[in-house]
């Protein structure tokens, strides 16, 4: 059975694994984009060309990881970032000074077309508000071309907790969601844009006197 969280929960439970447990945040964010390598791998995608698009947050930060696993691996990868690298989080530039020595050098403007898989990790459970108008337009166009999108744990744009499309959201082929599976993926349109949701365990921990505001578990599929 796979609990149900809300944005919120989520972010409790990632800072207390991070702040009270001490599990490093670089961890956790390797372990999610291993997890979604292990996703990418055990399905049919075409991975002629890999285009990652990474926002600025932790969200980013596992789009980076992801990049750079795939280009170890050899894979013909684009990142592309989606707002202005400078105003990025210290783990998206953790992970950035990383690849730059891994010779991974991030494109401008990647154009969509050439993509074969489109890896989504804009934005997770940190969406706050409406997507910025120039991004609901370039995920409308990349919705109307149907390339196959695999989202990090929340395709952009739906809102974690309540399912809302905020402004747009990217159309995922699947979603890779890590530790609980958050209320937004099975609620309105949160749940018709997912597509086929994995939850996977990246070594999240909860306290014990932790209670969920949700009881109703979904059946594991
Ligand atoms: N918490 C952890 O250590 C881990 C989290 N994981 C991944 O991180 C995301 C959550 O990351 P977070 O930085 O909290 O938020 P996002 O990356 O989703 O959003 C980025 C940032 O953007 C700002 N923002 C929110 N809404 C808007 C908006 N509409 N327009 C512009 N900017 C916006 C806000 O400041 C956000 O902080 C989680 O989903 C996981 O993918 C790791 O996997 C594990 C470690
Ligand atoms: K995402």
Same mark, same amino acid.
Not at 83 to 100: H, W, Y
Not at 108 to 119: G, H, M
Not at 188 to 205: E, R
Not at 208 to 218: P, R
């Given at each position: 059975?796979?609990? %149900? $969280?809300? =944005?919120?929960?989520?972010?409790?439970?990632?800072?207390?694994?991070?702040?009270?447990?001490?599990?490093?945040?670089?961890? %956790?964010?390797?372990?999610?984009?291993?997890?979604?390598?292990?996703?990418?791998?055990?399905?049919?995608?075409?991975?002629? &060309?890999?285009? /990652? !698009?990474?926002? !600025?947050? +932790?969200?980013?930060?596992?789009?980076?990881?992801?990049?750079?696993?795939?280009?170890?691996?050899?894979?013909?990868?684009?990142?592309?970032? $989606?707002?202005? @690298? +400078?105003?990025?989080?210290?783990? @998206?530039?953790?992970?950035?000074?990383? *690849?730059?020595? &891994?010779?991974?050098?991030?494109?401008?403007?990647?154009?969509?077309?050439? =993509?074969?898989?489109?890896?989504?990790?804009?934005?997770?459970?940190?969406?706050? +508000?409406?997507?910025?108008?120039?991004?609901?337009?370039? *995920?409308?166009? =990349?919705? &109307?071309?149907?390339?196959?999108? @695999? =989202?990090?744990?929340?395709?952009?744009?739906?809102?974690?907790?309540?399912?809302?499309?905020?402004?747009?959201?990217?159309?995922? &082929?699947?979603? /890779?969601?890590?530790?609980?599976?958050? @209320?937004? %993926?099975?609620?309105?349109?949160?749940?018709? !844009?997912?597509?086929?949701?994995? *939850?996977?365990?990246?070594?999240? !921990?909860?306290?014990?006197?932790?209670?969920?505001? *949700?009881?109703?578990?979904?059946?594991?599929?």
């Amino acid at each position: 059975m796979t609990q %149900l $969280v809300t =944005a919120a929960e989520m972010q409790q439970i990632d800072k207390y694994t991070i702040d009270t447990i001490g599990m490093p945040q670089d961890v %956790l964010i390797e372990r999610a984009a291993m997890a979604v390598l292990d996703v990418i791998g055990a399905s049919r995608f075409d991975l002629t &060309h890999v285009l /990652v !698009l990474a926002g !600025l947050g +932790n969200n980013g930060a596992d789009g980076v990881a992801i990049a750079r696993l795939l280009y170890a691996q050899g894979i013909n990868v684009s990142l592309q970032f $989606v707002g202005n @690298v +400078n105003r990025a989080k210290d783990s @998206v530039k953790r992970q950035l000074a990383i *690849i730059e020595k &891994h010779g991974l050098i991030r494109s401008e403007k990647s154009d969509f077309n050439e =993509a074969t898989l489109i890896v989504d990790a804009i934005f997770g459970v940190g969406l706050n +508000n409406v997507l910025p108008e120039g991004l609901q337009k370039m *995920i409308k166009a =990349a919705n &109307h071309i149907e390339k196959p999108v @695999v =989202a990090v744990d929340i395709p952009t744009g739906i809102d974690a907790t309540t399912g809302e499309i905020r402004g747009a959201a990217l159309k995922a &082929h699947t979603t /890779v969601s890590f530790g609980f599976t958050k @209320v937004g %993926l099975t609620q309105q349109k949160g749940s018709s !844009l997912s597509g086929n949701i994995i *939850i996977k365990d990246v070594g999240m !921990l909860i306290p014990d006197d932790f209670e969920f505001s *949700i009881q109703k578990k979904l059946p594991v599929a």
